[in-house]
């Protein structure tokens, strides 16, 4: 599995719910967080300012994209010939409401032998508490990088979108 974003608030849960579920897991992200994302479990990872994904000559069986903005194409030619793309995040994606990866996937999808999807997060009850248990038993341990009180949320959300954030930034109440 590669997981685009690794070090990031979703990615550091997405590298290790699949170690903890077997895969094999190659991390992206920047420098300054390699070491972060080994430390949580990938196997490998690609420092994406000196190296590019597609330099690799393997094909990964899923990949998981929370950051940048690499195109579908780009996307499905890491795969493997029957492998699943989910596109997490849409800032980075283009146009109309920075969706257009997304909604190029969906449409391209039922074409090809690849699955190409999106994610919108919706809690269920039996998630929950699979990850309760993970948590408690320590095979996920959250990534905090910073607490915030709630005055200072504004800056927060600025230091979330400079790409500062190793994990979670999580607010006090
Ligand atoms: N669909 C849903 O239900 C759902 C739920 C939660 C979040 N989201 C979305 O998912 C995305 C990720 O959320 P997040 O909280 O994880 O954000 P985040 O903490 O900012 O993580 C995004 C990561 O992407 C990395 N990144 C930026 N450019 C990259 C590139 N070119 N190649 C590889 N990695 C790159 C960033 O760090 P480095 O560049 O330093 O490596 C950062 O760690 C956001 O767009 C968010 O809105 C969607």
Do not use: N
Request: charged share 20%.
């Amino acid at each position: 599995m590669l997981v685009i974003g690794a070090g990031g608030g979703v990615g550091t849960f997405a590298v290790q719910l699949a170690t903890a579920s077997g895969a094999t897991v190659t991390g992206v992200c920047s420098t300054s967080k390699v070491d972060l994302v080994r430390s949580i479990g990938a196997h490998d990872v690609i420092d994406y300012t000196r190296e590019d994904i597609a330099d690799r000559p393997c094909r990964y069986d899923v990949v998981i994209d929370t950051g940048g903005d690499r195109s579908v194409g780009q996307l499905r030619a890491a795969l493997t010939s029957t492998g699943t793309i989910v596109i997490v995040g849409g800032e980075g994606g283009g146009q109309v409401l920075g969706l257009s990866r997304q909604l190029q996937a969906i449409a391209l999808s039922p074409f090809v032998r690849q699955r190409l999807g999106v994610v919108f997060s919706s809690p269920r009850r039996t998630d929950l508490e699979l990850l309760a248990v993970m948590l408690a038993d320590g095979r996920v341990v959250p990534v905090v990088d910073r607490r915030f009180t709630l005055d200072e949320v504004p800056e927060a959300i600025r230091h979330l979108r400079a790409g500062r954030a190793r994990g979670k930034v999580v607010i006090v109440v």
